[in-house]
């Protein structure tokens, strides 16, 4: 069966520090990967996803990053942090091998940028 | 111009009850597919139904079923006999075509309080 893995769970950032997130998907081959985010009490917002290694699609501009080293890694990063990237970030994994093509999403990481 | 709209941020709704949770949908794609994901307060993500744009039947999950009108672009998500747990975010959402690099669009959620 399979399964998406996200970590850290949570996560305390200054401004102006780093950012690495991290998903790994097991029990699948060349799935889609996307990387949300969730403001405390609000709707999805897509930021990344991608449909190979090394091909990643950006919706919004920010000071976010994305990449995909291996078939089923993909990798949030940031220079920089902003008060604003504080939120709920969800990874997230699909095939399209017939209908529903439903996406399956991991744990979650809560961030919070002091 | 919002391809997914939820016009109730919240309900409050007694447990037993069944309950009525309102989706709109703006698209021009003749295929496309509608979801349904429940994220209780931990913060997971759990898909609950499935209308694919060709379906002709609306599809029901146990308690969960969707109301499929398609020439009003609507796609509510009716779960009949609430209970307690069913409190949660429901999100529905829209995928356009069936192309690979196809994206799910989230609407806002509609936050659904089940009293006993």
């Known amino acids: 069966s399979q399964t998406i893995h996200q970590w850290p769970a949570t996560l305390v950032q200054p401004v102006g520090s780093p950012l690495s997130l991290e998903c790994t998907v097991e029990g699948t081959s060349n799935p889609n990967l996307y990387w949300y985010r969730q403001a405390a009490g609000r709707g999805l917002q897509l930021l990344f996803y991608?449909?190979?290694?090394?091909?990643i699609s950006s919706e919004v501009p920010q000071n976010l990053s994305a990449s995909r080293p291996q078939d089923r890694q993909f990798i949030l990063s940031s220079k920089k942090l902003l008060l604003s990237d504080s939120g709920f970030y969800l990874c997230?994994?699909?095939?399209?091998?017939?209908?529903?093509?439903?996406?399956?999403f991991g744990p979650g990481t809560r961030l919070t940028v002091t | 111009a919002q391809k997914i709209t939820q016009t109730q941020p919240g309900m409050f709704v007694q447990e037993k009850e069944a309950v009525t949770l309102d989706c709109t949908y703006d698209?021009?794609?003749?295929?496309?597919?509608l979801f349904w994901y429940k994220q209780p307060s931990s913060g997971e993500m759990i898909f609950l139904i499935y209308?694919?744009?060709?379906?002709?039947q609306n599809a029901t999950e146990g308690r969960y079923s969707l109301n499929f009108q398609k020439a009003r672009k609507s796609a509510n998500l009716v779960i009949s006999a609430s209970q307690l747990g069913d409190s949660a975010m429901y999100f529905c959402a829209m995928r356009e075509g069936v192309d690979r690099d196809d994206k799910i669009i989230f609407g806002k959620g509609t936050r659904l309080h089940i009293l006993p």
């Open positions: 209308q694919g744009s060709y379906d002709e």
């Open positions: 698209t021009s794609d003749q295929s496309y597919g």
């Open positions: 997230a994994w699909s095939v399209l091998l017939g209908a529903p093509y439903e996406q399956y």
């Open positions: 991608s449909v190979g290694i090394g091909q």
